[in-house]
């Protein structure tokens, strides 16, 4: 069993820690934990806008604090981001995510991150194999 | 894409919600949405106690809000539950599960939960094919 507490984390164990431009993710779970999915809580700043597409992995976020949106950028469909909302990109769907508020998710990816992939220029994550 | 509010499954989805003896869980994805995960939030109710060993799956569990603790079966040994912290059951660990204050997890499955799957005698789940 692997018990891991956010809040020591983003004290002691920063390199758990990733942050880029208004963003940024803990990692609490990643691909060498051998769960076949890896987990991270993900903080997307206020007044911020994020165009990712993952090409190699499926995503899903849920919404635990905060407001914004979501752009699918193959339908140009938008849909409302509160807590409670789950987002799930089973067609490695393009999009937009704006924070009007503080974002805070629950993100899973599949397969799991291994925590050395960085976003490239369109926004994808590469394969990368352990 | 998918979306879904957790808010209107609440209010006019009811057969993605499923309970049993003061647990319910409210199931965001399962299997075929084909995510290769399954993600549901779950509750936990104040003073209630579980024990479930998932013999097929890997599931993690993150504590959204309240307080309980977890205890690994094999080892005896006790962790406290709050807000932040995740436990994830990556040797298929047995365990029980207390909840001090009603607990409201995010967890996700793999494999996925199918939905149709009850908890066994043993706490686990069968393994379903879809």
Known sequence: MIVRDYNDIIKSDRNRVVSDAKWSSVRMLLAED???FSF???FLEAGSE???EYKNHFESVYCMQGSGSITDLATGE???IRPGVMYALDQ????TL??????????VFNPPVTGSEVHR???SYALETT
């Open 34 to 36: 051998g769960m076949g």
């Open 40 to 42: 991270h809580i993900t």
């Open 50 to 52: 994020h165009t990712f």
């Open 78 to 80: 938008t849909h409302l």
């Open 92 to 95: 490695h769907d393009r999009h």
């Open 98 to 107: 704006r924070a009007e508020e503080d974002l805070v998710m629950a993100c």
């Open 121 to 123: 220029e369109d926004g």
